[in-house]
Structures are given as structure tokens and as C-alpha cells.
């Protein structure tokens, strides 16, 4: 099947520069890694909506599949580098993107459908799998996931989805709960409720938070928790707290010992975790891991 390629009618001079590029060296890894970047920060401009309709898919579509386009050159023109690396991991972030443009228009199934045409050998590396994890099993059933960047996003959204873990949370990235209209309302319908406030829902559910805010949303308003790795509000049992001792650090052990590419954004999360939630750091003291955290 042929794919639009899409070139912005109004490029910006950063997307021209990198089109320049490519185009008089196609074997430029690094360029081609810019530009998939570039398409996919227009991507999330899709979720920008105005007005709470549902606007066509096709163009957001397209641009996604730029993205992997230039993901896919960037990653077989830089074998074995950390170009390459990241490569791998933006066509998954493409892979996530698309889900939520297709969840958003059509419901849950349809972003279970997107990210099952992710292929077998494409994954997130360890370490962010170890994170979207770690998440996902900090927050209590039947909750609803709020998270702050792209790499607590698209980790918890990976292994919700991806990989089948905790299929009774829904993940959201908060600012796209905040600014797109049509997925909030479309995430509203299937919670089967109308009031989009932090404390209508956590009258009927668990809200959670990760700890890649700095502080947790609307904190004026509403009264958080700090449990490991994520604020929790609303309905909360003892039986779905999981004590700080067994969340499992090894990949991130791993990525530091390797100096690997995604070590750094993950850090800068756990380390706020640590802060946060003195109990984690004996886990990390387990996996040796103490000074990268911040604990003493």
C-alpha cells in the first residue's frame, strides 16, 4: 500500500533545513531521526482541538506514517549507533501516537487494533518497559493513569497496550486531557460519566498521577497520596497498595551500567519518586542504585 508523504504547506525552517538534508545525502541517519521528530511533534498538534467534534484522521494518519518513514531510514542508515537506537523507539512512539488518534475517533478497540500492527521485533529497550511497569503496577484498580511526558506516556501506554499489563487502567496523558476535547470526552463516555474534573472522577474511581510531574495536577484542589511512584486521589483499598520493596529495578541497573540512550529521562523520574516516597530507596539499595535516585 503507498503512503502519503506529507510536507507542510507552511514548513517551518527547521523541517526545510532537514528536508535539504536528506535530500542531498539520503544516508544521513541523524537527519532523518530530526525530521521523524519533527513530524511527530506535528502529530500531537492534532489533539489540539478547538471544538469538541471529531475532525478526519487522514491527515494525522499520514503524518504519522512520515514520521515512521523517517524513523525507519534513520534507524537502517545508522546500524549500531545511538541513532539508530533512538529510532527504534520513536517508531513506537509513532505506533502509540496512532493509537491515540484512532482511540479518540473510533474508542478503545480501535487503539488496541493500532497497536496491533506493531511487529513482533519492535519493542521499547528494557529499561522503559521496566517503567511503564513499574506505573502501571503502582496504580490501583479500576484507576485512571494520568501521565506528564513523553516517556512515562508512551512507556505505561506500550505495556497497557502493547503487551496486555493492566487492562482495567486507562492511561492519559494529562495534557491531553486538559486541551483536546474529543479525547476527553471520548475517554468521558467510556467511563460512563460527564464531569472531566480531577474530583468528580476520583468520587467513583482511583485517579492517579505519575511522578513525572513535578506536582501533582490541581494539587490546590485536590488532596493526593504519595504512594510509590505515582499520587494517588480517590478510591483506594489497602489491598491495591504495592509496598516500595517490590517494584524491580533491574533494567534500569542495566541502561546505567551500559550508559544507555533513555537512561536519562527515566532517572530524573525515579529520583522524584525517591523523593517523594522514602521507601523506595531501599529497593533501588538493592539494585545498587542509590546515588543515581538521590537516596543517602
Not at 503524518?63 to 529510532?87: H, I, P, V
Not at 517523594?276 to 533501588?284: E, H, I, Q, R
Request: aromatic share 10%; charged share 25%.
Amino acid at each position: 500500500m503507498a503512503v502519503m508523504l506529507v510536507q507542510s504547506p507552511h514548513p517551518d525552517s527547521v523541517r526545510v533545513g532537514l528536508w535539504a538534508r536528506v535530500a542531498a545525502d539520503s544516508t544521513d541517519g541523524p537527519a532523518w531521526l530530526e525530521l521523524g521528530r519533527t513530524y511527530l511533534e506535528r502529530a500531537v498538534e492534532y489533539h489540539t482541538h478547538r471544538k469538541p467534534v471529531t475532525v478526519d484522521t487522514v491527515l494525522a494518519h499520514a503524518t504519522l506514517d512520515t514520521a515512521q518513514m523517517a524513523f525507519e531510514r534513520a534507524a537502517r542508515w545508522s546500524a549500531g549507533t545511538r541513532t539508530a537506537d533512538s529510532a527504534s523507539v520513536y517508531r513506537v512512539y509513532a505506533y502509540g501516537e496512532r493509537a491515540y488518534v484512532d482511540w479518540e475517533a473510533a474508542g478503545t478497540t480501535a487503539a488496541t487494533l493500532a497497536w496491533h500492527a506493531l511487529p513482533e521485533d519492535l519493542r521499547l529497550p528494557p529499561v522503559l518497559e521496566e517503567l511503564g511497569e513499574n506505573l502501571l503496577r503502582a496504580c490501583p484498580h479500576q484507576g485512571i493513569l494520568f501521565t506528564a511526558g513523553e516517556t512515562d506516556t508512551q512507556a505505561a501506554w506500550y505495556l497497557r497496550f502493547s503487551r496486555g499489563l493492566r487492562p482495567d487502567l486507562m492511561v492519559v496523558p494529562y495534557n491531553r486531557w486538559y486541551a483536546d476535547s474529543v479525547l476527553r470526552n471520548r475517554v468521558l463516555r467510556e467511563l460512563k460519566t460527564r464531569d472531566p474534573s480531577l474530583r468528580a472522577l476520583s468520587q467513583t474511581r482511583a485517579v492517579c498521577a505519575s511522578m513525572g510531574f513535578e506536582r501533582p495536577p490541581d494539587e490546590r484542589a485536590i488532596k493526593w497520596n504519595r504512594r510509590p511512584l505515582v499520587w494517588v486521589t480517590g478510591k483506594e483499598t489497602k489491598a491495591d497498595r504495592v509496598p516500595p520493596q517490590d517494584f524491580v529495578f533491574a533494567a534500569l541497573k542495566l541502561a546505567v551500567d551500559e550508559h544507555e540512550t533513555w537512561t536519562e529521562p527515566v532517572i530524573a523520574l525515579y529520583r522524584r519518586a525517591a523523593t517523594n516516597v522514602g521507601g523506595l530507596c531501599k529497593a533501588f539499595d538493592t539494585f545498587e542504585l542509590s546515588a543515581e535516585v538521590g537516596c543517602r
